[in-house]
């Protein structure tokens, strides 16, 4: 190649940087990104491409937006950190904290912030053993998540996400972690007589019963699961976990860092189906990758409860209320609802998913075509009558990324889904040209 600065950096890459998820062979011909302009990301050797997944899932408002640019710039001048331990605060913190109050759940309305996703389910998980304690239930510490749902891979977070890929280097896990099955509308099968969503909600009773109610701490769950394939929930799923949680005194943690901030066409994914949670945990959006920031928000009932005990709650963080990160945040909610990014979201994932139905629905090869909001998930099978999945080796959802990426679209699979989560802003061209490039690379795997 005349220009393959590309290479060269990947050389250099090479010799000295370990990357998250690291594969040798699978970062072989990776790309190197050096700039980016709304949702396009342009690599070393100046090609453009699509950003199929926000980065990953955060990237919301796209590069190169001044707002979140300025909001830094500006807080670092005046004051780049200060601890947020007990005993110091800072204006963003607490006007952060009080924007999303309005923002959020009505009964949400404390909360501490992190620097990510995983932190943040560390901080829900060690809150809800607290709890119970304060509530005089010591013995109530199991956590309850599902199957191919992802909640980060610091330890206790690894142990609740459900893929087990992220598991075997690290044996053995926290004892204490249970999950049970997805609520898949494609995948789940319900007993002849139950609806799907009952029935996949029930599962959770089962566990519950099986462990010993006065075991169980939280149940922790995504809206939608975004990293274990875009799974959409049926709609009677949630007001019937609602139900378990409330039945048998387990806390109902809603996992929306994937889904918080308008990404499902709502500004967070419970409101889909009328629920309510005790716990929340949010992160990737909240700044769209600009500065890494996360959070838990409490009910206040369960804020109540570790406010008024009088113990110190023995959980920190260095980067905790960090002042840029808040900063960024609150510039970054200003887009959000001023831009209405859940309306946006709901408009464009309706076109880009039907969009999708129409180009690709008819394939022999192509099982389910999925979606909420502005995130789609479309899963290959090798039987579409029998919903046989390919032998893994056959590496179909690789090698359609890979025909996408030489198209100019690059985002992520899960084995053989192919998921797509562009950034918030972009463009109705560009959603149109998200479809055609799956099509066409599709049509090139699969014929």
């Not at 891979?153 to 053995?172: D, L, V």
Request: aromatic share 8%.
């Amino acid at each position: 190649m005349l220009n393959d600065a590309e290479s060269v950096m990947r050389d250099r890459d090479a010799a000295h940087l370990v990357h998250p998820l690291h594969s040798t062979a699978g970062h072989a011909g990776a790309k190197v990104w050096v700039g980016g302009e709304g949702e396009i990301l342009i690599d070393a050797n100046g090609g453009r491409y699509i950003d199929g997944l926000s980065g990953l899932w955060n990237n919301t408002a796209g590069n190169g937006r001044r707002e979140l640019i300025e909001a830094a710039h500006d807080q670092m001048q005046m004051m780049a950190f200060a601890s947020g331990y007990t005993g110091s605060s800072n204006p963003r913190a607490i006007e952060l904290a009080e924007r999303l109050a309005g923002l959020t759940y009505p009964n949400i309305n404390h909360f501490y912030f992190t620097s990510g996703g995983g932190e943040s389910t560390d901080s829900n998980i060690k809150l809800a053993r607290h709890y119970w304690k304060l509530r005089g239930k010591p013995d109530k510490t199991k956590v309850i998540s599902r199957l191919w749902g992802y909640h980060g891979t610091t330890f206790a977070a690894m142990c609740a996400t459900g893929i087990s890929t992220y598991w075997p280097m690290f044996e053995p896990r926290i004892p204490g972690f249970i999950h049970i099955p997805a609520a898949c509308s494609y995948r789940y099968e319900a007993p002849e007589g139950t609806s799907q969503g009952i029935a996949a909600a029930n599962e959770l009773e089962k566990a519950i019963l099986a462990e010993g109610p006065d075991t169980i701490a939280l149940f922790i769950v995504e809206p939608v699961p975004g990293a274990g394939g875009v799974l959409i929930p049926p709609d009677d799923y949630f007001p019937r976990i609602r139900e378990i949680c409330d039945r048998y005194e387990v806390l109902l943690v809603s996992d929306e860092v994937i889904t918080g901030f308008g990404r499902t066409g709502k500004m967070f994914g419970l409101e889909h189906w009328g629920v309510q949670p005790d716990l929340i945990q949010f992160a990737k959006a909240i700044t769209s990758g600009y500065f890494p920031l996360g959070g838990i928000g409490m009910s206040d009932a369960v804020a109540d409860v570790l406010l008024s005990s009088g113990q110190a709650w023995m959980h920190a963080y260095t980067y905790s209320a960090h002042p840029v990160g808040c900063a960024v945040a609150l510039a970054m909610l200003d887009i959000v609802e001023g831009e209405d990014f859940p309306g946006q979201a709901a408009a464009k994932g309706a076109r880009l998913l039907t969009g999708l139905r129409q180009a690709l629905g008819d394939h022999p090869n192509v099982g389910d075509v999925r979606g909420l909001g502005l995130m789609c998930g479309i899963e290959y099978v090798q039987d579409r009558a029998t919903k046989t999945p390919f032998d893994a080796a056959e590496a179909v959802g690789p090698r359609i990324h890979a025909a996408g990426v030489e198209r100019g679209l690059f985002s992520r699979t899960r084995g053989d889904v192919y998921q797509i989560a562009p950034p918030i802003v972009t463009s109705e061209e560009n959603i149109d040209r998200c479809v055609e490039i799956i099509a066409e690379a599709t049509k090139a795997v699969l014929g």
